[in-house]
């Protein structure tokens, strides 16, 4: 497996062995023994399976009491997918990193907890599956809003995308809970 660090500590792009010819492919989604030697030492709880449109765009979404880390990957059509570090005493706090993934390259995204996540559709319809280090926990989830100018994302979009109520309104990066350190929440004014 290739692994490149990304310009934020811990957040990293993976490329796993392929192995194929005329009949199809072969590959190890998830080897618990390599992610930890490129540096993931996440206990995996849920695995996620999400379909969506071209130009949806989901996110920003992170959970403030029960941080998850995500490992992401597209095993159908494109993406781009962004992870923000939301952790207040990070070097690169408020600092985005964003990577397309797509079933042609193979690759996956590793966001480790503490930091938001979301994704816009590059293709007619995409399909991303997802292990989370914890369980998804409505009342500790959050958004924030995904044009924050604080964050000026550089989203790939093909005009207006297609956001849920909730997203799109997502609070403001200044005003958005953050993590202190991991387990402690702190509650906006901070851009």
Do not use: C
Not at 30 to 57: C, P, T
Not at 78 to 85: L, M, N, Q, T, W
Not at 114 to 127: R, Y
Not at 129 to 134: R, T
């Amino acid at each position: 497996m290739k692994v490149t660090a990304t310009g934020i500590p811990g957040v990293l792009i993976l490329e796993p062995a392929v192995f194929g010819d005329a009949r199809g492919f072969f590959l190890e989604s998830y080897n618990e023994k390599e992610m930890r030697k490129a540096g993931i030492e996440a206990h995996f709880v849920q695995d996620n399976h999400s379909r969506s449109v071209r130009n949806v765009l989901r996110g920003l979404h992170y959970q403030i009491d029960q941080p998850q880390g995500k490992l992401v990957r597209v095993v159908s059509g494109k993406a781009f997918d962004v992870a923000v570090d939301l952790r207040r005493h990070s070097p690169t706090f408020g600092k985005w990193e964003g990577v397309e993934l797509s079933a042609e390259n193979m690759r996956m995204f590793w966001i480790p907890p503490g930091f938001a996540h979301g994704f816009v559709v590059l293709s007619d319809t995409v399909d991303f599956l997802y292990k989370a280090s914890d369980y998804y926990s409505p009342k500790s989830e959050r958004s924030i809003l995904w044009n924050d100018s604080d964050l000026a994302i550089d989203w790939p979009l093909e005009g207006q995308p297609i956001i849920s109520s909730k997203d799109a309104a997502g609070t403001p990066f200044g005003r958005a809970d953050v993590y202190e350190s991991m387990g402690l929440l702190s509650q906006g004014d901070h851009a």
